[in-house]
Each structure stands twice: as structure tokens, then as C-alpha cells.
């Protein structure tokens, strides 16, 4: 279902723990994208890489790391900086440098408890 | 960076009404302007898009158009049903993705 794939679809995290969210694609896609979307929020730009073994930062990097080591993988890791993690977040891939369409995957639900 | 934003944030309307969403964007080097339509609970999907060197786009009952001298661009859905409620985004892209903040459209039966 559009090639994307996030793991797990909700992951429950103890408070000062780091977590590590899964993002492949078998688009052959040479662009990849993290967001995060609050309730009733829109997507906000966590980091992107256009290619492999390159990445660069979103509008709110703070806190997460991510790398990109095949392109096929983009995982994200939220750290335990990150003060307010309780969010979906989506991964997304596209062929081009952000001039083709975006496929997302279905996202995970990451809570903090 | 780029800057979208997006307006109205929430639009409700009859069933059969047209609804239409405007956005803005404020770095001229975009050159792709996709819609996504999000439901409940579940992942973006394109429903339409529109790049910089075409002034309007139809499909069905959707249709796009943009200004790139005003920079802004506008999502217009016709003969609205039902199963078009949900939250839509639109974005400017470069290098990447920068999305707008999203309009939450409820067509009333």
C-alpha cells in the first residue's frame, strides 16, 4: 500500500527513555521526510535527506536523530531531549528533490508514559 | 525557509456546495504545489497537484489554481459529498515539503 512502511503503529515510551520509529520504502525513492503532527496540527518538518548517507534538519529537529545508511531506511529516533514526544508521526519518501509527490506511510502513535 | 499558510482553518458547508481553500507561500524558488486529503486516524493522500509553469488543474470535481506572482494557490471542490469531509493540506515544495497548517472541512448532509 504505497511502498511506505512505518513500524510499530503505537509505541508506549517511560519518560527518559530513547525510542527508535521505522520508515522503509521500496519506491526507490531518493527523498525521505519525518513529520510530526500534534492534534489538530498540521506537519511539521522533523529532518529530511535527499540521498543517502546525507540529512539535514527540519523546523524542529531538537531532540530527534535520524540516519539515512540505505535508501531504503529512514529511521527516526526520539531521544529523551525531546520534551513533548506524545505525537504521530509520518514518514514520507518522493523521487525527486520535493518536486514529485510525497507518499506517506500510515504513521505511528508514539505516547509517553 | 518557506512559509505556508492556509486558510480557512475550519469549512463547513452543504452537501452539493462548493468549498474552496486558499493558500499562501512566501519563497519564489517553489515549483510544486500538491494537496493532500487526511483522514481520521489515517495517512495524507494526493488528491491533486499543480507545478509552477501551469496556472489551473481539473480533476472531477476538484480543481487547483495558482498565482505564482501572488504566490498563492487555491484548492476548489465542487458538487461537495459526504466522503470529502475530512482535513486538508496543501504544500510548497523546493527542495522540500513545507505543508500549511490544514482546513478541517465538514460537508453537512
Known amino acids: 500500500d504505497g511502498g511506505i512502511t512505518q513500524s510499530p503503529k503505537y509505541l508506549f515510551r517511560k519518560e527518559g527513555q530513547n525510542v527508535t520509529l521505522s520508515c522503509e520504502q521500496n519506491?526507490?525513492?531518493?527523498?525521505m521526510y519525518w513529520y510530526r503532527q500534534d492534534p489538530g496540527q498540521g506537519l511539521r518538518l522533523i529532518y529530511y535527506?535527499?540521498?543517502?548517507?546525507?540529512?539535514q534538519k527540519g523546523d524542529i529537529a531538537e531532540g530527534y536523530s535520524v540516519s539515512r545508511e540505505k535508501k531504503e531506511s529512514f529511521p527516526l529516533t526520539v531521544t529523551s531531549a525531546q520534551k513533548n514526544p506524545t505525537a504521530f508521526y509520518l514518514c514520507?519518501?518522493?523521487?525527486?528533490?520535493?518536486?514529485?509527490?510525497?507518499?506517506f506511510g500510515q504513521g505511528t502513535r508514539l505516547t509517553v508514559v | 525557509g518557506e512559509n505556508v499558510e492556509q486558510h480557512p482553518s475550519t469549512l463547513s458547508v452543504q452537501e452539493g456546495d462548493s468549498a474552496v481553500i486558499k493558500c499562501t507561500y512566501s519563497?519564489?524558488?517553489?515549483?510544486?504545489f500538491p494537496w493532500y486529503k487526511q483522514e481520521l486516524g489515517k495517512r495524507p493522500q494526493l488528491i491533486i497537484d499543480?507545478?509552477?509553469?501551469?496556472g489551473e488543474k481539473k480533476d472531477q470535481r476538484i480543481a487547483v489554481t495558482l498565482n505564482k506572482t501572488a504566490k498563492h494557490f487555491s484548492l476548489h471542490i465542487t458538487e461537495t459529498q459526504p466522503e470529502d469531509s475530512a482535513v486538508y493540506f496543501c504544500?510548497?515544495?523546493?527542495?522540500?515539503?513545507?505543508f500549511g497548517p490544514g482546513t478541517r472541512l465538514s460537508v453537512l448532509p
Open positions: 504544500a510548497a515544495s523546493g527542495q522540500n515539503f513545507v
Open positions: 519563497d519564489s524558488a517553489s515549483n510544486y
Open positions: 499543480i507545478r509552477s509553469n501551469v
Open positions: 519506491l526507490n525513492h531518493d527523498a
Open positions: 535527506s535527499q540521498i543517502v548517507n546525507d540529512f
Open positions: 514520507a519518501s518522493s523521487a525527486g528533490q520535493g518536486n514529485t509527490e510525497a507518499f
